[in-house]
């Protein structure tokens, strides 16, 4: 199993190189990117700039080297569905080193809660999936910003369109 999940980090590195490829507006405000409503969700929480960095700096429980952040987090019929992480990277050979050690933490570390591990994305796009803690997880990067998107896989696919316009094309 450990050796299965080592050939796929590879493979996975291999793919990284062209994660951040597609462009993403330089230096627009993270929040911009937060739509209010997305299908029936609609945007319960966004936090940002020093708040939303602290945040990011306590789950991974060390600073990360990022010069903006935001947290939004969506629900329907009262129910959380969904929280979007985005940050951004100083450049991005940097957002392509953090979606990489973010990736190779969770596939090669014994007690990670995330599993079945997908590499997804076409025409330079890589996407990461991962299961994990009742939800599904999308790590990818474009350009200088890093996304997170952790969803109920119910509504997963719908989330990612928004963030990802690729995702409806991805096999």
Not at 11 to 20: H, R, T
Not at 74 to 96: F, H, K, L, N
């Amino acid at each position: 199993m450990k050796r299965s999940f080592s050939l796929f980090f590879q493979v996975l590195l291999l793919f990284q190189f062209a994660a951040c490829q597609q462009p993403a507006t330089t230096k627009q405000p993270l929040e911009s990117l937060f739509p209010e409503t997305i299908g029936t969700l609609q945007r319960l929480q966004l936090v940002t700039e020093g708040p939303a960095i602290d945040r990011i700096n306590q789950l991974h429980g060390k600073t990360i080297e990022v010069e903006a952040g935001a947290i939004g987090r969506y629900a329907a019929g009262g129910s959380e569905v969904a929280m979007v992480w985005i940050s951004r990277s100083s450049d991005e050979q940097t957002a392509r080193r953090q979606t990489d050690i973010m990736v190779e933490k969770m596939v090669n570390n014994p007690r990670s809660p995330f599993h079945h591990p997908q590499i997804r994305g076409k025409e330079g796009a890589r996407l990461y999936q991962f299961m994990g803690m009742g939800q599904v997880h999308y790590i990818f990067c474009r350009q200088t910003l890093v996304y997170w998107i952790s969803a109920v896989p119910a509504r997963g696919e719908e989330i990612l369109a928004t963030f990802y316009p690729l995702a409806g094309n991805s096999s």
